[in-house]
């Protein structure tokens, strides 16, 4: 079945950049779907990211944008998040999902928690 | 931004009864709704789909319903696996796709 794993560091200091890799395995990327990230703060809600189709074309969350950059790599099955000048704010669960255009999220990855802190 | 809007925000339910949640857009959505369930320390699954359709393994007292601006998750009797904290999701209109701020499902 299809599979999705985040990966990447816990803990990240304030003004530094979180980067996420998310690995796909049942699927291959290439074929169809969009694949994106959500976080949630603790005790709060679900906020949607960004998210990249399979041949790269990308959309962000207006309140995020400036500070976003999703990429795709094709060749590992997976792809990745880049969120610039962290803060204490940033600090959340991160999901990476599985989603078609006009589609719910149907697959999503265990989620792996990020800290900002120094 | 399509702002969605659930209520309550906390509901009380004995094991057995029915459920109702509500979900409200700021604009007509059709029924590009999906709605999750997240039990605790866990990742959120799909429940439904086109604000209706259950995704493939939810039991049949799920249901949903509505359409435009207005929908209602039902749960028909509550199981003790169900108590949860449910989301609603549109994708009719994106980016940004947008969530509801969630309902916990809690034991009266």
């Known amino acids: 079945q299809v599979q999705l794993q985040e990966s990447g560091p816990g803990l990240v200091q304030p003004s530094e950049t979180l980067s996420l890799t998310c690995v796909v395995s049942g699927y291959s990327i290439s074929n169809d779907y969009y694949w994106g990230w959500i976080r949630q703060p603790p005790g709060e809600g679900l906020e949607w990211i960004g998210s990249i189709s399979h041949s790269g074309s990308t959309y962000y969350n207006p309140s995020l944008k400036s500070r976003v950059t999703n990429s795709i790599d094709t060749s590992k099955n997976q792809f990745s998040l880049k969120l610039t000048s962290v803060t204490a704010a940033d600090t959340a669960v991160y999901y990476c999902?599985?989603?078609?255009?006009?589609?719910?999220?149907?697959?999503w990855g265990q989620g792996t928690m990020v800290t900002v802190s120094s | 931004e399509v702002v969605m809007t659930q209520s309550p925000a906390t509901l009380s339910v004995s094991p057995g009864e029915r459920a109702t949640l509500s979900c409200r857009a700021s604009q007509s959505i059709s029924t590009n709704l999906a709605w999750y369930q997240q039990k605790p320390g866990q990742a959120p699954s799909l429940l439904i789909y086109?604000?209706?359709t259950r995704a493939t393994g939810i039991p049949a007292r799920f249901s949903g319903s509505g359409s435009g601006t207005e929908f209602t998750l039902t749960i028909s009797s509550l199981q003790s696996e169900d108590f949860a904290v449910y989301y609603c999701?549109?994708?009719?209109?994106?980016?940004?796709?947008?969530f509801g701020g969630g309902t916990k499902v809690e034991i009266k």
């Open positions: 999701q549109q994708y009719n209109n994106w980016p940004p796709l947008t």
């Open positions: 999902v599985r989603h078609l255009s006009w589609g719910a999220c149907d697959i």
């Open positions: 086109g604000a209706s």
